[in-house]
Structures are given as structure tokens and as C-alpha cells.
């Protein structure tokens, strides 16, 4: 198969030729610069380096055609971007200042070179007239989308690769975290619950209207868009159950109403940590593809029953730990957990191979190696059968 065969094929709910490789297309899916020059010297590749969404301060590296080729990566990402005078203003910044975005959000630089989430415009408010009075951004400009068309068109013409398509950040409750700060949006989830309420709203009310641009651009030239919003921790979820499904269910629901209103594509959805008891929530609001299975929260690490349960109506894309197996293993380590993976969510398809988020500096180099030539060696279907 073609890569775009075996992705389409897995994405249906049909056995590839083998598991397909998500790596380095999106920042949930992506690659820090740091393993992703030694990556590059390992491989032997001499290669620019590149930010994903043109964004220096984000970290995340824009993998070039070579290394992707080299990691058997099937799939190719088509992403927006700031507008034109946000890049501009924040290229020609004091160097060490903060990064604002057209949100009015932004982040400091902690340390050098490494930035953390803290400009948080909204971090007051507490009144749906503040949300009101609010500067908010222009989801019309039309150069956040102006290059989507020409590169969703080129990699359908080419027909080699699955796209995946990430319009960055449109994600309410991570926006409103961005806007606010994460513990004071919920908190205010519990003390304020009609404010929390009518941010979410109108965040997702100028995310569809960016969507709705970025969708027309891609046209017909899209298999999997992704979407997402974090919502677990290491042990359990964020909010409550009963909290997600009167406040922010509807708002997710929504938004994928909206999108499957216009692209056949599938919607995979990203979030991280142990969200087992919405996994039914989500397939209800119309989810595909459930990324990243972190592997390491809580009911999550039992494969087994997300397969059992769940393995009928959702693809998993992800699965390979990077808070202990990728950092801290050997390439033998990643090797086993890779095989195990793949053992437990590839049979009878359903899976799509990457790590656990972004992989983050801590990962060598090696082990990023080791992980795909293992979907090489055990991937190949019909399983059980290493090549």
C-alpha cells in the first residue's frame, strides 16, 4: 500500500499492510527541535530547521521530507497560521519579550530559549460584560489560510500521503486556559459557572468562523482533521463528569457538528490523560480517532479494555509513552512497549503508531529511531508475524 492506502485503510476500520506512523505533522503529534536535530545527525540528513506553525517559541520542530521519508511517517500535516502582522510583529520583538498572539495571549521565556504559557489577557474577568468588551480576534483575515489551498492541493496531487489537517490552538477550554490561566478558568468552571460558560461559547463562536475558512480552503484535499481539548490528569480528569457533559459536551458537540458539516474528513480528537469515563462521550459528539492513548494515566494504560470496549467505533492514534519508555528506556525498551502496542489496539486495524504528545527534549534520539523501526518489525500485518 501507499501510505495514503494503509492510513485510509486503518481510518475505516480495515487491516493495512501495516500500522501506520503519525510523527512530527502536528504539535500534538510533533517533535521538539532538540531530538529533532540529533534525529538528523543520527540519520545522516542535512536539513534546515523549521517551526511548526512558524512559531520559534512553541519549540516544536517542522520536520523536513527527508527525515519524514526516512521514519516511514504516513501521513503529511497542512496547518494555518498567525496572521501576517502577528509573525511580523513578533519576529522584530526586543529579544527575551514576551510572545503575544492575535488572542492577546502569549508566553514568557522561563528560562533561555525555553517559553511557558503566562501572558493570560482575561486573567481578571469574571463578568460575561468583560467577554463582551474584549478585543477579540479577527477570524477573517484572510492570511491565516491564504497558503492552506495551494499545499492541501500539491499533496493531493501527489496522492502519496494521508493528510492530516491541525488548525492551531482552536480548542475552547485550552483557549480559555490560554486567556485566563488554567487554574483560574477552573476555578471559575465551579464559583462562576455562567462566565466559564460564555467564554467557552465564544471561543468556539470564532473558531468556527476561522474553521470555516480553513475547511473551504482544504476543499476536498483532507482525510483527518484534528481537534482537541485536555481534558485529564495523570490520574483522573480535570472536571467532573457531570461538569463536562452540562458545560463543555455541548460546546465540543457543536463545534464537530459544525465541521463534519462540511468536509467528509475524520475528526480525530487530541486529548491527554486519563479520560476513560468520557471515551462514550466523545464517540457520541462524533469523534473518529481518539489521540494520544497516554498510556501512563490511570485507566488509560488498560489497552485491553479500550480495545474491547471501544475498538468498533474509534481508531487510536498514539500509544508509545514518552514519560518514562521514550525518555528514560533503552531502544530495546521502546522496542517491547512498541510490540505491545501494537499486539493490543493493531488487531484487526484501528491503530495508528506515535507517541504521547509532542516528543519533548528528554527523548533521545535513538529511541525516536527505535520506535518506528519497530512498527516495521511487528507492525506488518496480519500480526504476530515480525519481519
Known amino acids: 500500500m501507499t501510505p495514503k492506502e494503509r492510513v485510509l485503510a486503518t481510518i475505516n476500520h480495515q487491516e493495512p499492510d501495516r500500522v501506520p506512523i503519525v510523527l512530527g505533522v502536528s504539535n500534538a503529534t510533533g517533535i521538539k527541535m532538540k531530538p529533532y536535530r540529533a534525529l538528523k545527525q543520527l540519520i545522516g540528513v542535512n536539513a534546515e530547521d523549521r517551526y511548526l506553525y512558524d512559531w520559534p517559541e512553541l519549540g516544536t520542530a517542522a520536520p523536513d521530507e527527508e527525515t519524514l521519508t526516512r521514519l516511514g511517517v504516513d501521513v503529511r500535516g497542512v496547518l494555518d497560521l498567525e496572521p501576517d502582522w502577528v509573525l511580523e510583529k513578533n519576529r522584530s520583538r526586543p529579544p527575551h519579550s514576551d510572545y503575544v498572539d492575535s488572542w492577546g495571549s502569549g508566553a514568557k521565556e522561563v528560562t533561555p530559549g525555553e517559553w511557558f504559557p503566562m501572558v493570560t489577557p482575561l486573567a481578571a474577568a469574571t463578568t460575561t460584560e468583560e467577554i463582551e468588551r474584549y478585543d477579540w480576534p479577527d477570524m477573517d483575515d484572510p492570511t491565516r489560510v491564504a497558503h492552506v489551498a495551494e499545499q492541501a492541493a500539491a499533496l493531493a496531487a501527489e496522492n502519496e500521503y494521508a493528510i492530516l489537517a491541525t488548525p492551531w490552538l482552536l480548542f475552547p477550554l485550552e483557549r480559555a486556559f490560554a486567556m485566563q490561566g488554567m487554574d483560574t478558568f477552573l476555578m471559575n ?199
Open 189 to 387: 468552571l465551579a464559583m462562576y459557572p455562567d462566565f466559564a460558560e460564555a467564554l467557552l461559547w465564544k471561543i468556539e463562536e470564532l473558531c468556527k468562523t476561522l474553521m470555516g475558512h480553513f475547511l473551504a480552503a482544504l476543499g476536498e484535499n483532507v482525510d483527518i482533521i484534528k481537534v482537541g481539548d485536555d481534558l485529564g490528569t495523570q490520574e483522573s480528569l480535570l472536571m467532573s463528569p457531570q461538569m463536562y457533559r452540562q458545560i463543555l459536551k455541548p460546546v465540543h458537540a457543536d463545534f464537530l457538528r459544525f465541521i463534519k458539516g462540511r468536509t467528509g474528513a475524520k475528526v480525530l480528537f487530541h486529548t491527554d490523560g486519563d479520560v476513560f469515563p468520557l471515551v462514550d462521550d466523545l464517540i457520541e459528539i462524533g469523534v473518529d480517532i481518539l489521540n494520544p492513548i497516554q498510556t501512563s494515566a490511570g485507566k488509560m494504560a488498560n489497552l485491553e479494555e479500550l480495545k474491547g470496549r471501544y475498538g468498533q467505533d474509534l481508531i487510536f492514534c498514539g500509544g508509545i509513552d514518552t514519560s518514562r519508555v521514550l525518555p528514560h528506556g533503552s531502544p530495546e525498551d521502546v522496542r517491547r512497549e512498541v510490540k505491545r502496542v501494537i499486539e493490543t489496539l493493531g488487531v484487526g486495524g484501528g491503530l495508528m503508531i506515535g507517541a504521547v504528545h509532542t516528543v519533548m527534549n528528554d527523548v533521545p534520539a535513538e529511541n525516536v529511531l527505535a520506535m518506528v523501526e519497530a512498527v516495521e518489525e511487528f507492525g506488518h500485518y496480519p500480526l504476530g508475524e515480525a519481519t
